[in-house]
């Protein structure tokens, strides 16, 4: 079973660079999620979908775009990346179920802009 | 608008000594769930527990138990007899009722020390 899978594992970008951080789930999931953790810090929420065809802004969404043309991917685009987006980067996934289910996580991508 | 407190953002305690890890969350939503993930050093994020806001019993799994006290709203998580492979940081989180959005805790850092 692979649930979430993001790629790639590691990634360093240079100042102004854009890259997509991909992830694919198998779980047939209608919500998927991007968050980000800084060093020490907790998840941030950048952009999260409850389908296909359907994104929303979570807390951090700028500089960031997401698509979501199939129910099983979920890319995270970012435009002219900044040092600021060195982070690390999860994606996940959940059933609707009125909000009960827990997110099953990818094991996230670590990103170092210089 | 939804938030959750982890006050203690490091713990330390030597090997099978008992640790409480603090969670307090807010939130106007009569219906919700909370949840506990581990994040241990090799960065993936273990779901560990879920609890929904009309069951308040105390859950208890092996040496881990949780505590959820509505009128404190609080949702503290007890680890007995401790041991190095608990080292890691917890994630307290807090999903409203039919809401996508799970929202995190800052962490706690917890190290055993042999």
Redo the contacts between chains.
Sequence with gaps: NAGVTQTPKFRILKIGQSMTLQCAQDMNHNYMYWYRQDPGMGLKLIYYSVGAGITDKGEVPNGYNVSRSTTEDFPLRLELAAPSQTSVYFCASSSPSGGGLPLHFGNGTRLTVT | AQKVT?AQTEISVVEKEDVTLDCVYETRDT???L?WYKQPPS???V?LI?R?SFDEQNEISGRYSWNFQKSTSSFNFTITASQVVDSAVY?CAL?????????????T?LTINP
């Design positions: 982890q219906t919700y769930y949840f960065g993936e994020l779901f879920r929904n994630f999903r409203g009722q039919g809401a996508q959005k799970l929202v995190f805790g800052q962490g850092r």
